[in-house]
């Protein structure tokens, strides 16, 4: 069982296309160890305009839809009760940062 929460929600700079998206999973790639747990990225075919974090305990939705970049997370019931204020803000941090890096 798994509880959806809104994380973080906030305007884009510019639309994001597909050169954008490669480079998004790049910067990913290379400073995924900053989330602190182990995940991975993957990518959604049928939108290409959303990407998921996913770790054993919780799975960060990433959209960018109507110039807006939106995070879900679905966090397993330990997940939640274990999750703090502080993991939260260094999650939309580390997506703020690569999405910053990207000025989107």
Request: hydrophobic share 40%.
């Amino acid at each position: 069982m798994s509880i959806s929460e809104r994380l973080h929600k906030r305007p884009l700079r510019r639309p994001v296309d597909a050169q954008t998206l490669d480079r998004l999973r790049s910067e990913y790639h290379k400073r995924r160890n900053g989330l602190g747990v182990a995940s991975e990225l993957i990518d959604h075919p049928g939108d290409p305009h959303r990407l998921t974090i996913k770790s054993r305990w919780a799975s960060l939705d990433v959209r960018f839809h109507n110039q807006m970049m939106i995070v879900d997370a679905q966090l397993s019931l330990a997940a939640r009760l274990l999750a703090t204020d502080h993991n939260r803000r260094r999650v939309v941090r580390f997506i703020d940062d690569l999405a910053d890096e990207l000025d989107l």
